[in-house]
């Protein structure tokens, strides 16, 4: 029994001795490491907005997102603080957006892609794409922004995730409208887009009868298969029962909720197909 | 006292003898990829037969300089390493790179492992991955602006892009004539089956590899090809064809998968390897991320080869058990 | 056998003869996971060393007051809080370093090096010879992780120096294709098994046992 006592005792003192000085260490480095990291983020504040005075931050699912002012008082944009999830582990950013909507400037804060491979999207030459891109822009591979051969995943979860940033800056924070597609105003028929996807075109099909939308059939998908099944048909069906195009797109296969959406809308900005024709489909 | 008259040399084994050596079967095998390397030349012009003396040439002269030996050509084995190398290469990489590919296929594939017969991995898919890893925009088919001297009268640029296998699009380009002659985008030997196919059966004729890698390995992406391999030509089996006649397959199971040193020994291992093989290439080309996956499937059955040997030794009859 | 020369072998035996790395084969994840960067390698024998010295300075101090029956969980804790220390100093003055060393300065904690002089050396021996073996060690490690990170660097990126662009040096000019290969974790086996080639036979060249 004293063994056993003697034995604890001196895990007890062991493990004291070292929670104490870890602790001492901590609240020595702790506000060294504070300040450094919010340095480095009022530097890239200023940076993107050279004009700032104040600002206010805002909370959203975790993110941060800072409203900019100047002197005045006038709104000079947000700066988000966000992650994505890349090609191997999390990639977390600051996005600047200016009032207007325009991207103003992307900052890596931290990744773990490949070195010399994924790493890409820390350049200028793959950044400089986003400037200028708004919430009115597609901001897709392949459309008006480009991924990089051989970095595709790396550089493609970050053109989704600034997609996705600056449309909630623009929805949650501007208070921007999507432009709405009100299917009463759309012509009868059958439309058809498609959008890029994980390994190739993601196509769907959408009917519109007497100023409702009937169905949403996607016709061709390369998805993986694993998330796909989270989003169709789910996605599809929201949008019938809605009868709104931008629904919630948080489903277990985001990725490819996201891309039916676009399709869909894609495919209302065209003009009807015919059935029969059958053209576009690779079948 | 007794003389024996006739001295009686003897000898440890092996005691059957035969006239074959590495050195005459490497010869057959160079034999074997003449009608490729022609080929090549034929669709890719000069360049086509630069990279290939390149290639051959840095791998014989390595391999002479780490053994200290004089003869260049010694057992053949180093220029049927490089010459299959330059064969997986497209048409316009810089000679830099065929000399690192080769000498790292020399090096790195052979020799640190102790010299022909010791090796793990086919020596000239190790300098094919090392490149693919290192270099990956060359590998992948820079665009050739060149005169075609040979080229078929086609336009040499298209066929130094994307392979067919890159996407359906590209692939619905090509009639299946031109991808069974060769007059395609892809690297240098790889593409006209046509003359690999000769080659092959040459060497099945000479007996110097077994029917079984390659047939196994070719029958599976025939089969997996036509299952799942995308309805090409509105036919799934012409679709099996396609996949097996696309890409790097028909050299690889010929020239490639049949290695002595790196296969099983078994005839059922060697069917099993060919397969696994097949099997592979068709996972990466279907699910994985690289448009091409013969390389590496037959890096993963070479790694596999012992254990395949292992579970395939055939039963021995006449033996004492042991345990009894 | 003098007082000198005993401390002279603690401290060389660690860096040739009983080399972590080349010689013994341990410790090997930060070895492959770190050393695409000279900077990093170096970054992380230096972590790596003060967890070392710090730790065997420690436990050979309390080897007296240790039970045998929990001296692993006692010498885990030790290392632990060393680890746990350095990481929080790097990542307040060297925030560059910590970022690019990333999981691998907590992961010091599991480097079997430091657990293994611990065990086979501090333990058992008296203050100053522990320090002095830590040393050896450390800069054999360190050594080590630098050799392997100098190869793959000047191959696999063309710099010295680097991965901040202020302070890599190119040398090979604008160019110079690297080979990504040895940027990339599987070159860092590549490399190191050549490496491992090339210190045996320099071993038997020179009849170092």
New interface residues.
């Given amino acids: 029994m004293r063994d056993i006592f003697r034995l604890s005792l001196t895990l007890v003192v062991v493990a004291i001795i070292s929670a104490s000085l870890l602790t001492g260490v901590y609240s020595v480095t702790d506000p060294i490491i504070r300040e450094r990291q919010e340095k480095d983020y009022f530097q890239a504040l200023e940076e993107f907005f050279p004009a700032i005075d104040q600002f206010e931050t805002r909370e959203i699912e975790g993110d941060r997102f800072d409203l900019v002012y100047d002197q005045a008082g006038e709104k000079l944009g947000v700066m988000a603080t966000v992650g994505t999830q890349g090609y191997d582990g999390k990639i977390s950013y600051n996005l600047a957006v200016d009032y207007d909507g325009e991207i103003i400037g992307i900052r890596i804060i931290s990744h773990s892609e490949t070195p010399g491979i994924g790493d890409v999207i820390t350049t200028d030459n793959f950044q400089e794409q986003f400037i200028g891109k708004g919430f009115d822009d597609p901001i897709r591979d392949g459309e008006d922004v480009d991924s990089i051969s051989g970095a595709t995943l790396s550089t493609g979860a970050m053109i989704d995730g600034i997609r996705r940033t600056i449309t909630q800056i623009g929805e949650d924070i501007l208070g921007r409208e999507r432009k709405a597609f009100d299917p009463t105003e759309i012509v009868d028929g059958i439309y058809q887009g498609s959008v890029e996807g994980t390994h190739g075109p993601l196509t769907v099909e959408v009917e519109i009868a007497d100023g409702i939308i009937k169905r949403v059939d996607v016709i061709e998908h390369n998805e993986t298969e694993a998330y796909f099944v989270d989003a169709y048909p789910e996605i599809p069906e929201k949008i019938v029962e809605e009868q709104e195009v931008y629904v919630d797109t948080q489903t277990g296969g985001t990725l490819s909720a996201e891309r039916i959406v676009a399709a869909v809308e894609k495919a209302l900005e065209g003009g009807p197909v015919d059935k029969d024709d059958g053209g576009e489909s690779n079948e | 006292m007794i003389i024996i008259e006739e001295k009686l040399v003897v000898s440890s084994s092996p005691h059957m003898r035969s006239v074959e050596s590495i050195q005459s079967v490497m010869t057959d095998v160079l034999i074997a990829l003449f009608p490729a390397a022609l080929m090549a030349v034929l669709l890719f012009g000069y360049r086509a037969l630069i990279t290939m003396v390149i290639s051959i040439i840095t791998a014989m002269l390595i391999e002479a300089v780490w053994r200290r030996k004089r003869d260049l050509f010694s057992d053949g084995s180093a220029a049927v390493t490089g010459l299959l190398l330059a064969l997986t290469l497209p048409a316009a990489v810089p000679w830099w790179l065929v000399v ?1 590919g080769s000498a790292s296929a020399i090096i ?1 594939g052979k020799q ?1 492992f102790g010299g022909i017969g010791y090796n793990i991995f086919n020596p000239a898919l190790v300098g094919r991955a ?1 490149l693919v ?6 590998m ?1 088919g820079d665009i050739w602006p060149s005169p075609q001297p040979f080229a078929f009268g086609i336009d040499v640029s298209t066929v130094t892009g994307a392979t067919a296998l890159a ?2 699009e590209i692939a619905m380009t090509f009639s299946f004539s031109e991808l069974f002659i060769g007059n395609i985008p892809g690297s240098l030997g790889e593409t006209s089956a046509l003359a690999l196919l000769i080659g092959g059966i040459w060497l099945v004729y000479k007996g110097h590899i077994d029917y079984r890698i390659p047939g196994g390995f070719i029958a599976t992406v025939f089969v997996l090809g036509a299952a799942f391999g995308g309805g090409f030509y509105g036919n799934q089996l012409m679709t099996g064809l396609f996949h097996v006649v696309a890409g790097g397959v028909v050299i690889a199971a010929i020239y490639m998968a049949t290695d002595f040193v790196t296969t099983p020994v078994t005839p059922l291992g060697r069917l099993i390897f060919g397969i696994g093989c097949g099997l592979i290439t068709m996972l990466i080309r279907l699910w994985g ?1 690289l448009p091409e996956g013969v390389t590496f499937a037959i890096l993963i059955m070479n790694a596999a080869t012992p254990i395949i040997d292992n579970f395939t030794i055939p039963r021995q009859f006449g033996g004492v058990n042991k345990s009894a | 056998m003098n007082e000198s020369n005993v401390y002279l072998q603690d401290l060389s035996r660690g860096i040739i003869k009983e080399n972590p790395v080349f010689r013994l084969l341990l410790g090997m994840c930060p070895v492959l996971g770190v050393t695409a960067f000279l900077i990093n390698g170096l970054g992380m024998g230096i972590a790596a060393t003060a967890v070392l010295v710090a730790s065997n300075v420690v436990i050979s101090a309390l080897k007296n007051f240790i039970p045998n029956q929990v001296r692993i969980p006692c010498f885990i804790v030790v290392i632990a809080t060393f680890v746990t220390i350095i990481e929080m100093v790097l990542q307040a003055f060297q925030p560059v370093l910590y970022e690019a060393l990333g999981v691998f300065v907590p992961l010091i904690v599991v480097n079997c090096v430091i657990l293994g002089r611990a065990e086979a050396f501090a333990s058992r021996k008296p203050l100053f010879r522990s320090l002095i073996d830590g040393i050896g060690v450390g800069i054999g490690f360190t050594l080590a992780l630098g050799l392997l990170a100098l190869v793959r660097e000047v191959a696999g990126q063309g710099t010295i120096m680097g991965p901040d662009p202020d302070s890599a040096i190119h040398l090979f000019g604008a160019g110079f294709e690297p080979m990504g290969l040895f940027g990339q974790p599987a070159g860092a086996f590549i490399a190191l098994g050549l490496l491992l080639g090339i210190v045996n036979v320099l071993f038997k060249r020179f009849k170092i046992q």
């Fill in positions: 690192v790195i640190v090392i890893v290192s270099w990956g925009g060359h992948a996407a359906p991320t």
